[in-house]
């Protein structure tokens, strides 16, 4: 039977520019480009029993939002739930009556709309319901549409589901401008779900509550912080699960995804457990004790945490004594930045095969390049320089250098101009074509300095002596009065670690971003109010590469209690 699928869209003129766009992405067939990761049955039901959305309530008489449905991971387990609620209510109005208004199910991708369609109305049929009913009912059901231009009911009392996870560059500029247009949390290089989000908490009635399983890194890095603080203003972070390394998807993923329960109410704390074992009866039974009235004492895998949001600051979910800990250093100390050092990070050519080469194979006059550092040349702790070099296009006094002058560097970048040329840089001011992402600055070569790679299990911090330039897979760190070599042990030890994965988003593998936003969270003592006997102890710490030497000064310098020291892990003796 045919339904009309696009009745219940926005109303917006066919010919009109979003109106294409959003055709467009209607029939995108690619996993990247629509943001679909599915979602697996096990997670899905916990995430409705987080929600409340159980069989034991009156379902008939509440309302559901499903933004994006896809494949129906959860909007079909919910469909489950409600029929059998309706079942035990004694079904005294006829279907269509009785369950027409009790989903809202909304899905822009064409074919997943169909499928889903299909299988819902079977689902119903199977239940007794008339093939003609369950057809009127799929189309009160079902929205076919984008969610966030689609006109939807003013409030529902659960919004739950898998928002799509689409960068910023897969979405058509004029889309872009009108999501940016209605959502005010669509802030910096905010991607897709933040909107999802941002749209999803608004339409919570009173009382009521938003589950989803999305990305986390929005609950600690810059782009995230108006939704932070919209969600801080008017609603309670209930409930967070992290599922990182958790098999949570019918496919590998790279995005690092959480389960927030968010409800329409008063601000307290927030239950939080990690990692779960993907089963059924282990999720059920973690589900009891997360919406417990009072938290079980055998509740050994849920922790109660008071002041996880805070204004448009990042989340911290760590532990309670770890969270103390942060927060009267936050208070005692000035930050790194603050103590007179300079983070950074390294130059991006946005095409390093033609900038980057063997420093002494590279064709150009001398001062117009630099040799470079990369990761690789510190995987062991220390420089050990592979001899490449950059191609520096920039003038020392500011702007780029004329070609005309440098003919080696004229040779040498025409004969790369395709290359060059095509990148987005380039063609956005091509008189200046032959520049570098980022400016080059030759003085920070010769400056001592601390080089930081991005992604580490632990602190993996490499003191260079003033000779190389870094690159942009590298963060790096200068100091005006603190001693470097100094920094470098307070940067090794378990105080440094402790702020990095406290405002970081973790990787797979518990590996952590060691990221110039979260290095500039780190608080260090002014340099003048370190005694000259625990500078000398954190320099030996550092260059003897000794971790618990880094450790013993660092948390004598910071005058950590007994109880301090142990929520880093030990006592630093």
């Known amino acids: 039977m045919t339904l009309n699928l696009l009745q219940h869209q926005a109303p917006a003129p066919v010919s009109s520019p979003i109106a294409a766009a959003v055709e467009e992405l209607a029939h995108a067939g690619g996993i990247e480009e629509r943001g679909a ?17 159980t069989s034991d309530r009156p379902l008939h008489k509440m309302s559901l939002l499903e933004p994006s449905f896809g494949d129906g991971d959860f909007l079909l387990p919910a469909i489950d739930r409600l029929l059998v609620a309706w079942k035990a209510s004694g079904k005294a109005a006829k279907p269509l009556e009785a369950l ?19 299988a819902l109305i079977a689902r119903l049929i199977s239940e007794g319901i008339a093939a003609r009913t369950a057809a009127a009912i799929a189309d009160k059901w079902l929205l076919h549409g984008d969610y966030l231009l689609t006109e939807l009911p003013e409030s529902f009392d659960v919004v739950v589901g898998n928002p799509p996870y689409v960068r910023q ?77 958790t098999s949570a998807f019918h496919s590998d993923v790279i995005a690092y995804p959480a389960i927030t329960i968010i409800t329409r109410e008063k601000a307290g704390t927030t239950r939080l457990a990690h ?20 938290l079980p004492k055998e ?60 420093y002494d194979d590279l064709d150009v006059e001398d001062d117009r390049k630099q040799p470079l550092v990369m990761t690789r040349d510190i ?5 050990e320089w592979r001899g ?56 920070l070569t010769k400056k001592p300095k601390l080089l930081v790679p991005d992604i580490k299990g632990a602190a993996h911090i490499v003191y260079e002596e003033g000779k190389l330039y870094p690159h942009h897979n590298l963060y790096f760190i200068t100091a005006g009065e603190w001693d470097l070599r100094a920094l470098q042990a307070v940067l090794l030890s378990g105080i440094a670690r402790l702020f990095v994965a406290t405002y970081s988003t973790k990787m797979r593998g518990g590996f952590l971003r060691f990221q110039a936003q979260y290095l500039r969270r780190i608080r260090i003592p002014n340099w003048r109010d ?39 892990g030990g006592n630093g003796e």
């Open 530 to 568: 370190v005694p000259d006997a625990l500078r000398r102890e954190l320099r030996e710490g550092a260059e003897a590469q000794n971790l618990a030497a880094c450790n013993r000064a660092a948390f004598r310098l910071y005058g950590l209690s007994s109880e301090e020291r142990s929520a880093l």
């Open 379 to 383: 995987l062991n702790g220390t420089v």
């Open 169 to 245: 560059e897969m979405i058509p500029g004029v889309l872009l401008a009108e999501y940016r247009e209605r959502y005010t949390t669509m802030y910096d290089r905010a991607d897709l779900y933040i909107a999802f989000i941002e749209r999803s908490l608004r339409l919570l009635s009173k009382g009521g509550t938003l589950g989803f399983i999305c990305a986390d890194r929005w609950m600690k890095n810059r782009y995230g912080g108006p939704l932070r603080a919209m969600v801080a203003e008017g609603f309670h972070l209930k409930v967070h699960v992290d599922m990182t390394d």
């Open 37 to 53: 990761i599915f979602t697996r049955r096990e997670v899905a039901e916990f995430i409705l029993d987080l929600a409340g959305y």
């Open 100 to 118: 027409g208004d009790c989903i809202c199910a909304v899905e822009l991708h064409r074919n997943s709309f169909k499928r889903t369609q299909a």
């Open 388 to 443: 490449f070099g950059v191609i520096n296009p920039f003038a020392d006094t500011g702007g780029l250098v004329n070609l005309d002058e440098y003919p080696r560097l004229k040779r040498y970048l025409e004969a790369r101009k395709k290359e060059i040329a095509g990148r987005h840089c380039a063609q956005k001011t091509p008189a200046n074509w032959y520049r570098t992402i980022d400016r080059i600055t030759p003085s």
């Open 275 to 294: 990692r779960p074992a993907i089963d059924s009866a282990v999720l059920s039974a973690l589900a009891v004790q997360l919406k417990a009235t009072t």
């Open 299 to 358: 509740a050994a895998d849920v922790r109660e945490l008071a002041g996880v949001t805070f204004g448009s600051e990042p989340w911290l979910l760590e532990s309670s004594d770890q969270l103390a800990l942060v927060r009267r250093l936050e208070q005692d100390f000035p930050t790194i930045e603050e103590a007179g050092c300079k983070v950074g990070i390294g130059v991006a050519t946005g095409a390093d095969q033609a900038y980057i080469g063997l």
